[in-house]
């Protein structure tokens, strides 16, 4: 849940007590009734694609999953996670039919990784500047989606 981290212009958090609607979308034809909403359902969709995406490189890359992290200096972790990522685009592009990657599509499709509604509450605390910007930012993204669903 993304509730508990501050909105600030490097990480744009949902608006605070509205829902994602996940599970009201599938299969309907819903209308949206704000810009919050709007932006809540799409900023959920994009955040299922990202665990989505997190699952397939764990199940692919078993080093990623190792507890207590992976036993090398931080930069050396970078450089393995972003070979990691190169190597997944890699076999996605000469293999279409990824195996892995169909099985992950097909759970986030039946709504295994976020099922149903949820309430975004709270956030942590953060310099007043940073906080005003991100909510700037997260409100122009809110009025631009708004106004080219109008």
């Avoid at 076999?91 to 709504?111: A, C, H, M, P, S």
Wanted: charged content about 25%.
């Amino acid at each position: 849940m993304d509730s508990g981290y501050a909105n600030n212009p490097r990480f744009i958090a949902p608006y605070r007590g509205d829902h994602y609607h996940i599970g009201s979308f599938r299969g309907t034809n819903r209308r949206y009734s704000s810009e919050k909403d709007l932006f809540n359902h799409l900023h959920a969709q994009l955040r299922n694609v990202v665990e989505r995406t997190f699952g397939v490189l764990k199940a692919r890359f078993p080093i990623l999953t190792r507890n207590g992290g992976i036993p090398y200096p931080y930069k050396k972790q970078v450089q393995i996670v972003m070979a990691c990522c190169i190597i997944h685009n890699f076999i996605r592009k000469v293999d279409r039919n990824d195996e892995l990657f169909e099985l992950y599509e097909q759970e986030g499709t039946q709504g295994d990784v976020d099922t149903g509604d949820q309430e975004v509450r709270g956030q942590a605390n953060l310099q007043e500047d940073d906080r005003v910007a991100g909510e700037r930012v997260r409100a122009s993204i809110a009025q631009q989606l708004w106004s080219n669903l109008q």
